[in-house]
């Protein structure tokens, strides 16, 4: 994106240039500029890394949790989503309304009602209040290939399905071949963003779109890295914003709702049997 060029700059000139406010960025620019919602997204999402950074020195820490990557540095996931009208973002640890809909299909009220998967986060349509996309925070020193992350990852598959099948059981139209869920993976300083979709017959395919990294430390040579991760969520943002759009015209109820038949068809999601064994190291 051309405008967050404008802010590739060092830490040292950073601070003066944040200090003068997002409508003088927009100022000092030639061309179409985005809109003013957009500009102050932008200066608010740089504001936040840029006084994150500087806590340590403008220094990632080695040894920190895995709450302080969420909450400090990936804080700026809630300052994107919360910002478009047709998003949500939901933080902390939460339960998806889709995995619990799920595991209590076909019991009875006076069973002991199930709770869905936890999760670290959720977003969800606004308008419809179903849910597109799932965040799940790793260890920060668990490789991609790792036993565990391979473990999360199924875990978090099987919530994104469980949302992909919702929103098509509501739905009164066949969107079968147009419709995505999403889930971002974040391990540390680095993000991995998903999709979900369904192929022809009873498969779905998950597939790893791309991975973005915060540097391990902002300087000068540095500042485009740290752009670069900001512009992918905002890039995430207009999908999922497009998506719950999408859910939103697809949920309408026609008027003659003794026609409706979408022909649409989902696999059941398959349950991991009691005494599966556990999955072996990955080599």
Known sequence: MDYLALYDKSPSEMDDFLARGWASV???????LPDKGFRRLVHHCVQHLYFTYSKGNFLLPREQSEAWFM?????????????????DHQPG??????????????RNFDDRQLLG???????????????ICIIEAAKKDAGATSTKA????????KTMKDMHDLVRSRSTQNIR???????LRISGPSMTCYSLCQRRGRFYQLCAESTVIFPARW????????????AKLLAYR?????????????????????NLETGDFWAATLTTPTNSPWLAPFM
Not at 150 to 157: E, F, G, I, P, S
Not at 238 to 258: M, N, Q, R
């Open 93 to 106: 640890e939460t339960s998806s309304q889709a995995s619990g809909l799920r595991r209590n299909k076909g």
């Open 238 to 258: 207009k999908e999922l914003s497009e998506t719950a759009d999408h859910i939103t015209e697809a949920t309408k109820v026609p008027l003659k709702t003794f």
């Open 177 to 183: 071949n147009s419709f995505k869920t999403f889930g």
């Open 150 to 157: 391979l473990t999360d990852t199924r875990k978090m598959a």
């Open 117 to 131: 998967r936890k999760a670290d986060g959720l977003i969800v349509a606004s308008d419809t209040r179903l849910e």
């Open 71 to 87: 909450n400090k540095l990936w804080g700026v996931i809630s300052i994107i989503f919360d910002s478009e009208t047709e998003l």
């Open 219 to 230: 300087k000068g040579s540095t500042t485009t890295n740290i752009l670069s991760v900001l």
């Open 26 to 32: 927009s100022m000092s620019t030639a061309g179409v």
